[in-house]
């Protein structure tokens, strides 16, 4: 599959993805844009999970509270790409890369990056979003079951057994990208949901995550705590980079939970692909 990106490759694309649902990828994704959107870069977001749409209603919400409350912050353009229902799979996937290559071609431009959340599923619309990321971001759940969806370990030596369907998917992606002439992805796994507790199982997933990482080649970043503060800031539609201090001052974890988020825009290096922003004034 030719990439969907290589006629309009001017903003730097950032997708997440992970082929099981409830991994992070739109929390993740709403707080990826919006950090950037704060620190100056002109940010758009495609929410190529319509069915689901947390992001699109994440977005939504944000919109609502910013007219409800007078609130200036961040409104990044955003677009949802729903499957094609046509009933040919041929027409299905001829329209769904018109979907992408369109909302691309628009919005590409103007653009910095450009934030796309995919479903965890894999369909057709999945794989066009990722054979379009300079960045391929996957956050996984902290438990050895879900290390199952980038490779099959070996329950006594947790060594590799082989690379997964996704990991595959993601290889071939980037090969295709390289033979199209593009830069490889720079493939970030990150831990989503740490607990506070440091418990064997988490020393275990953190173990092999390093291994994997070695083999399969991604970089593995800490991530984010398990806070409610993630699910709590949904139905506002903000994020942590939202949160103004001398309006209401941050709890602890709220503070540790923003420096997390941070920590993800580092290992983006949003510095290193577009250069420094100017901070918006007010
Ligand atoms: N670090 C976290 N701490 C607490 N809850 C989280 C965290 N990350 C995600 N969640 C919650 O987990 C659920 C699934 O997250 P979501 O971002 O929708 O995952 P996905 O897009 O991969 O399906 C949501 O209710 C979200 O608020
Ligand atoms: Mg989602």
């Known amino acids: 599959?030719?990439?969907?990106?290589?006629?309009?490759?001017?903003?730097?694309?950032?997708?997440?993805?992970?082929?099981?649902?409830?991994?992070?990828?739109?929390?993740?994704?709403?707080?990826?844009?919006?950090?950037?959107?704060?620190?100056?870069?002109?940010?758009?977001?495609?929410?190529?999970?319509?069915?689901?749409?947390?992001?699109?209603?994440?977005?939504?919400?944000?919109?609502?509270?910013?007219?409800?409350?007078?609130?200036?912050?961040?409104?990044?353009?955003?677009?949802?790409?729903?499957?094609?229902?046509?009933?040919?799979?041929?027409?299905?996937?001829?329209?769904?890369?018109?979907?992408?290559?369109?909302?691309?071609?628009?919005?590409?431009?103007?653009?910095?990056?450009?934030?796309?959340?995919?479903?965890?599923?894999?369909?057709?619309?999945?794989?066009?979003?990722?054979?379009?990321?300079?960045?391929?971001?996957?956050?996984?759940?902290?438990?050895?079951?879900?290390?199952?969806?980038?490779?099959?370990?070996?329950?006594?030596?947790?060594?590799?057994?082989?690379?997964?369907?996704y990991t595959l998917m993601v290889e071939e992606q980037n090969l295709q990208k390289i033979e199209d002439g593009g830069l490889p992805m720079h493939w970030i796994v990150m831990r989503n949901r740490l607990s506070r507790q440091n418990t064997k199982n988490s020393q275990t997933v953190g173990r092999i995550l390093e291994k994997l990482s070695n083999q399969l080649g991604f970089e593995l970043v800490p991530g984010f705590g398990e806070r409610v503060i993630f699910r709590e800031l949904f139905l506002k539609g903000l994020t942590l980079l939202d949160l103004k201090e001398e309006e209401t001052p941050l709890t602890l974890s709220q503070l540790a939970a923003r420096q997390e988020v941070r920590q993800l825009i580092c290992a983006i290096g949003p510095e290193k692909i577009k250069g420094y922003a100017k901070p918006p004034t007010g």
Do not use: W
């Not at 979907?99 to 919005?107: G, H, K, P, R, V």
């Not at 979003?129 to 996957?138: E, P, Q, R």
């Open 1 to 165: 599959m030719t990439s969907a990106a290589t006629k309009t490759d001017k903003a730097h694309i950032i997708v997440f993805g992970n082929e099981k649902g409830g991994s992070g990828k739109s929390t993740s994704a709403m707080h990826t844009a919006i950090a950037l959107a704060r620190l100056g870069y002109n940010i758009a977001t495609i929410d190529l999970d319509a069915r689901q749409g947390t992001l699109t209603r994440y977005m939504q919400n944000r919109m609502n509270y910013s007219d409800e409350t007078y609130h200036k912050v961040p409104l990044p353009p955003h677009r949802a790409i729903s499957q094609s229902i046509k009933e040919n799979t041929a027409e299905q996937k001829a329209e769904e890369r018109f979907f992408i290559e369109t909302a691309l071609y628009e919005l590409t431009p103007a653009h910095d990056f450009i934030v796309i959340d995919t479903p965890g599923t894999d369909n057709h619309l999945s794989r066009l979003g990722h054979s379009c990321a300079d960045t391929l971001i996957t956050p996984l759940n902290d438990s050895l079951v879900d290390i199952d969806v980038l490779a099959r370990i070996d329950p006594k030596t947790h060594e590799i057994v082989q690379p997964s369907v």
